[in-house]
């Protein structure tokens, strides 16, 4: 589990994130939803430690982030950014192997082979394997950053949205990818994520932030509401079921 208690970041005078706290049980897909500059990504780089806090604690399976050596943290919890920039050339083998560094320290063995390979062989790569990563399509070079994260076989995988620079067709290619990774190897998925209908359909858990408070938590079917939408983002969305999914309409 993910605990999260009373979480507040700052700049200068300007609260990003205000005292959150949440808990994210293991297992399934929770989504954190919510309009631009309600503090989703600033959260989710919290609890990676990617950024420091001002104030509040986060704890991973009762680790504290902060008094953790990275080392076991990077052996409990993933992380992918929004702004995957790589400053080499890689081949996609590579990317992937990238992910096996907190169980090598760069001296891959057997084993780390194995888990690339299968990590690759998961996300439909191995063709891939020998191209550099700045040959791929957007939605190959996503696939591979998500093959990294998987390679490195962490308990929990936590991406900033991952849906960012797709269309349509690789959006639903890639939540679907991510609904199956979290059922076949029993991963926490947490992600941020901005279309509140791939966040109804894929999520167990739903997190919903405004003005960088946690305004309410809750499976879909609890989210997915008019009136819980409105206080979300002003705007009022309304809701139709479709094939037992709650769906936003808001674009009349």
């Known amino acids: 589990m993910i605990c999260v208690n009373g979480v507040t970041k700052r700049y200068s005078s300007t609260v990003v994130v205000d005292g959150v706290s949440c808990r994210i049980q293991e297992g399934g897909i929770t989504s954190i939803i919510g309009p631009n500059g309600a503090g989703k990504s600033t959260l989710l780089s919290m609890i990676s430690r990617l950024l420091p806090m001002d104030s509040g604690s986060v704890t991973v399976d009762g680790l504290d982030v902060v ?6 943290l990077a052996k409990k919890m993933a992380i992918l950014r929004q702004d995957n920039q790589l400053t080499v050339r890689l081949t996609v083998r590579d990317l992937v192997g990238f992910g096996r560094y ?8 057997p084993g780390d082979r194995t888990h690339i390979e299968t990590a690759m062989a998961y996300l439909d790569l191995t063709a891939l394997a020998d191209k550099f990563v700045d040959e791929l399509s957007g939605g190959q070079r996503q696939r591979a950053f998500i093959a990294m994260v998987l390679a490195q076989d962490t308990d929990y995988l936590l991406l900033d949205e991952p849906l960012n620079n797709l269309d349509m067709k690789h959006s639903v290619e890639m939540m679907r990818l991510l609904r199956r990774l979290t059922d076949d190897f029993g991963k926490t998925v947490v992600l941020v994520i901005h279309d509140i209908n791939f966040a ?3 999520s167990d858990d739903i997190i919903a932030m405004c003005d960088g408070r946690l305004v309410h938590q809750g499976p879909p079917a609890e989210i997915m509401r008019s009136e819980v939408l409105k206080d979300i983002y002003e705007i009022d969305i309304r809701i139709e079921e479709i094939e037992g999914n709650r769906i936003g309409v808001y674009f009349a």
């Open 67 to 72: 008094s953790t050596p990275g080392r076991d």
């Open 200 to 202: 109804s359909c894929y």
């Open 102 to 109: 907190p169980h090598n320290g760069g001296r891959p063995g």
